[in-house]
């Protein structure tokens, strides 16, 4: 019965710090995608990408973010992945992971005037713990090529 | 050093291939580090001390083929791509290759 309490709390405990959290960061992440909009633009999938303009500076710029879940996460999921479907809650958290990470490289590079051939790339770090449903912490690693145009 | 994710160097000619290049790097949590990221890891949240350390490996990556790019003479680097592999339990390889090349200013 104690076990059984120990662990109802836990479980409140953690959604209630995993929610909080999550919803500070969706918060912070809408704020600085407002701020970075049209600056610097970035472009997915340019390969060849050339420009008529007289380039100043050109560089590859990165941007990291590892993002935890929560106990309850790793709980619900558990559960659902019993029955299958979308395991929404830890789609939060790979979703929240990539554009941190995005926001960090543009955030990098805001005197640039465009970001070409942005790629993601991810990491699950505790890939070896799935089966014992510890929450998932996902790394991703955002990077692509910044590019400022010399002022005419 | 020059280092793009495109294929060319806008403005720029490639003169000669000079091969691909290769950086990789291997690292492990730091036990310490690891007890507040366990923690975190519970309430959810960023783990920052791993933010670090990736950013680490990854710099440490560019710089090791930054390296072997200057030893081929090359003055850029095109093509930059990272992959990632976790290894065991708590270490990750984080692994930049790209293409070293030799470039000069485009005339006119």
């Known amino acids: 019965m104690l076990d059984l309490i120990i662990i109802i709390t836990f479980l409140a405990i953690t959604y209630l710090t995993g929610r909080y959290i999550e919803k500070n960061h969706y918060k912070k992440i809408k704020q600085r995608e407002i701020a970075l909009i049209r600056k610097p633009i970035i472009s997915f999938g340019a390969k060849r990408w050339t420009t ?11 941007g990291e973010a590892v993002i935890a879940g929560d106990y309850f996460k790793a709980f619900t999921a558990g559960i659902k992945q019993k029955f299958g479907g979308n395991l929404s809650t830890y789609e939060s958290v790979i979703d929240r992971a990539r554009r941190e990470a995005l926001i960090r490289m543009r955030e990098k590079a805001t005197k640039a005037d465009i970001i070409v051939n942005v790629r993601l790339e991810s990491i699950l770090l505790n890939q070896a713990y799935i089966q014992y449903n510890i929450p998932p912490q996902c790394a991703i690693i955002a990077y692509g090529t910044a590019v400022t145009y010399e002022n005419e | 050093m020059i280092i793009t994710t495109i294929e060319t160097i806008p403005g720029m000619r490639v003169k000669e291939h000079c091969g691909i290049v290769s950086g990789s790097t291997v690292r492990a949590k730091n036990m310490f580090l690891d007890f507040g990221a366990g923690l975190k890891n ?67």
């Open chain 2, 42 to 108: 519970t309430i959810g949240g960023e783990l920052k001390s791993y933010t670090h350390l990736l950013s680490e490996a990854r710099e440490e990556a560019v710089k090791r083929m930054i390296e072997q790019a200057r030893k081929l003479r090359a003055n850029a680097i095109v093509n930059v791509r990272f992959a990632t592999s976790s290894i065991t339990a708590g270490a990750a390889e984080v692994y930049a290759y790209g293409t070293a090349v030799e470039v000069e200013k485009a005339e006119g």
């Open chain 1, 52 to 62: 008529e303009r007289k380039i100043k500076d050109i560089k590859m710029v990165t």
